[in-house]
């Protein structure tokens, strides 16, 4: 079966996100977890697919342009996840939304629908976000590994990493210093 492997940028007191919905101390969204070489799919939920299209379409229409959202030039891990994104399939988890402008993109409507695309045959899939659709797969038991950039920061009013319904344990895979402070956590579950 593919593992289903999230990854996400949080704070020291693990904060996904400030009071302003955003997380405004990431300085590049091209950070992939080093899952490219073992991921064919991308999962997304609803709120968060909004603006990944957005951003990442901006990308590959118009890569000598300044970002929406960072007002600057992409670098070269964005241009390089723009075009693998533009390859590969995305999908989804969506009770609402009715169409996708993103090519090769698919709507599913439930948990069941994820854990039958984990039953494919395929390399993984990585859960690109957000928070609830992480905290949905987590409760249904099918988040296989968590990859997370940890920066040194306290955001305090936010949006938590976590609000799950019940006690998971985990086991720590690897641990890597990364630039400015940051530091790479793998988490596989139990």
């Known amino acids: 079966m593919r593992k289903l492997i999230a990854g996400m940028q ?37 709120k968060m697919y909004v603006g990944y299209e957005q951003y990442w379409s901006a990308i590959q229409n118009e ?21 693998f994104a533009k ?17 090769n993109t ?12 984990k039953a494919r045959s395929g390399k993984d899939i990585y859960l690109v976000g957000g928070g609830g659709t992480l905290e ?21 009013a936010g949006q938590a990493l976590f609000s799950t319904k019940q006690r998971r344990g985990l086991v720590l895979r690897s641990v890597q210093e990364l630039k400015a402070g940051r530091v790479g956590l793998v988490y596989g579950f139990n």
């Open 87 to 103: 390859e590969t399939p995305h999908y989804v988890l969506s009770s609402s939304l009715k169409s996708a402008l993103w090519p």
């Open 10 to 46: 949080s704070s020291i007191d693990a904060k996904i996100a400030g009071a302003e919905g955003f997380a405004d101390w990431v300085e590049t969204w091209s950070d992939n977890y080093n899952v490219m070489p073992q991921i064919d799919a991308c999962l997304l939920g609803a």
């Open 63 to 83: 890569p000598g342009k300044p970002l929406p959202m960072t007002n600057r030039l992409p670098t070269r891990a964005e241009l390089e996840w723009a075009r």
């Open 136 to 156: 949905s797969l987590i409760d249904a038991g099918l988040v296989d590994e968590l990859r997370l950039h940890i920066h040194p920061l306290i955001v305090g």
């Open 106 to 117: 698919t709507i599913i409507r439930s948990i069941r629908d994820v854990a039958a695309l």
